[in-house]
């Protein structure tokens, strides 16, 4: 986990078997999308990053208003 002035960011590698991601949330299975789901809702961005055989790297970006609304970040 990361963070500057105007975001905060996780990061997450595995080195499982991966997929392409094309066929995520074709299984009945929604992990992916319910994570982008969220992370948009925060008005952040997710990166998806697979190949078979090679597991996921993952990166959720948020910017920090949408963690503390009530706070103004430091100019």
Not at 39 to 65: E, K
Request: proline fraction near 7%; charged fraction near 25%.
């Amino acid at each position: 986990m990361s963070c500057d002035a105007k975001t905060c960011s996780i990061h997450i590698d595995n080195n499982g078997r991966g997929t392409v991601l094309e066929d995520t949330g074709r299984r009945g299975s929604f992990g992916l999308l319910g994570m982008r789901e969220r992370v948009r809702q925060l008005r952040g961005t997710l990166t998806i990053d697979s190949t078979p055989g090679n597991g996921f790297r993952i990166t959720a970006t948020i910017p920090l208003s949408a963690i503390r609304p009530d706070e103004t970040p430091p100019v």
